[in-house]
């Protein structure tokens, strides 16, 4: 859920992040508030919202009608993940260009086929014209009996991830330079597999302290859970898992960059006890990649060691690396 | 929740209105599906969205950012009300132009504040940079014992209507017609009361067999509850309670007009048994004007009886009649 979108112009969406945040008295009957992947109500029930905004998100150059609908239910469905929960309904609101330049009927048809492949089905939304760009919102909602959130981090522990990381991202840099990405990095951006499944393998092991989705790269969202967590984490560069498709296609050193601080790979971080996850085990007993990445201190940040031992700290927020920025990303009106 | 907003371009709208309100096969913990105010879930949560798109649902030259954000929280919870629920939270999605024209903390504090209202908070979110329009989407929370849903209204039947009708109308249309509503009409529209108590008050007497809020205008929001039935449903015109600030403003054809087919005065609109209602109980006892405004028949459809006998078929959709439409209302763009 939001406070971590792709923005462009970071600083002045900084205090509604905060703002969003913010800790008040919660009534009774909600369980988690704000400042999650996503809130927790009496009764097991996780929900989340995740926008997608055309010339923001996606480009609908870059995309059918089908898959940004699919694409935005996978970012929302993503925070179930996030928070171990099974999903359960979505609801979508749309809002649209008159005059038929967008498939309406296809926009729901992605979102319902993604929805599909977790068991979800959407239980309502609205809809509107829009006299701007495309704008999608997804709500998701699921259910948890242990809701994992971002503060459970502590010094000593291990920091993992599932998968490869860096290629939604790639394939975005690939068309921001004007080409085309393969058709293997293009469907990683386009059509992103929500963890559900694998979040569901880890919760089932009682191995995670505290998890998180990647939507702001890996640095950007580790500094999510070192802020709740109140501990520092340090990133071990060479141990990342960068997608091969990307240092095939822009080389290691940007691959890293991307891995880092791209964003929307919708893979999941966590967090664990030192030693207590069997790799093998969960390759073997369900298909699950998970590589250890890093570990956690006393101290606050996130920062980077490579394997010459060099310590760098990383920047605080994946969205400012993110190439939607600005001027790399005109408005329509601008384009 | 959607399927009923002021959309200007109808037609386009049509499909994905029925494609949202589609029944499939539900998951077991959802109790209510697409195709009234809100969806209810398991241990009574109810839970709807809204949009609110700038030039769409309002201008920017309107309302100040504070009440753009109470005015969308006002229409969000009025879904509650119409399902008889107590809200409890709001999810609050936001994407906005860069550059400072809009002030995104007093948009919160408009949401918050609206929230208070009815006792409930702000447990999350989303925010985007938007490339065009400002838009939200507020999402909003509830619990209800006894959710309302529109299918209840049955032969014989009486329809009332709380408070009064078409102001909020009058002042879009004043605006649009280049001039400027007096302040009390403005208010009407940019800071909208939800009947969540009014609703509460009505479910504790235990009278009511269906209800809606009044987002579409009175036409358009029975429809709903006429092809929810199976039922017709006969407005007699002459009891419709037009807002006096309406008629003084506009005469008594538009006024009636307005409160017919303009839409968004966020009244509660119900059906009950015949003479189980006590006006004046309502009103001595909860400060509440309930108006009988028609009555339940076999058949289908909306009807309008005028007090000489007349009897006319009530277009479907109320946002047909709105100001809003395209050709009034240009894109900024076209602006």
Redesign the interface.
Known sequence: ???S?????GG??E???R??AED????H??LI??GDD??V???G?V?????A?????FRRSWLTDREIGYRAAAAALSDMAAMAANP??L?????AP?G?AVD??EI?AGVRAMAATV???????????????L?L?V?A?G?AGWPVQRDGAEPGDHVWVTGSLGASAAAVHIWQSGAEPTPELRARFAVPVPRVEAARCLVEQEVVDAMIDLSDGLAGDLAHIAAASGVEITIETDRVPVDDLVVEALGPDDALDLALHGGEDYELCFVTDPDVVDVGYFAERYGLRVTRVGTVAVGDGVWLRSADGTRTEASAGGFDHWPFE?DKHP???AA
């Open positions: 859920m939001g406070l979108a792709h923005l462009g112009g002045e969406f205090l509604i992040r703002f969003i008040g008295p919660m009534p009957d909600v508030g704000p996503a809130a109500l009496e009764g029930w929900i989340s919202t995740d926008m905004v055309e010339d923001v998100h359960v309904a609801l979508l609101s749309t809002a008159l038929g309406l009927e729901n068991g979800a089905c959407v239980i309502g939304g609205d809809v509107s014209r829009s006299p701007g760009p704008m919102d709500v909602l259910r600005p408005s329509p009106e």
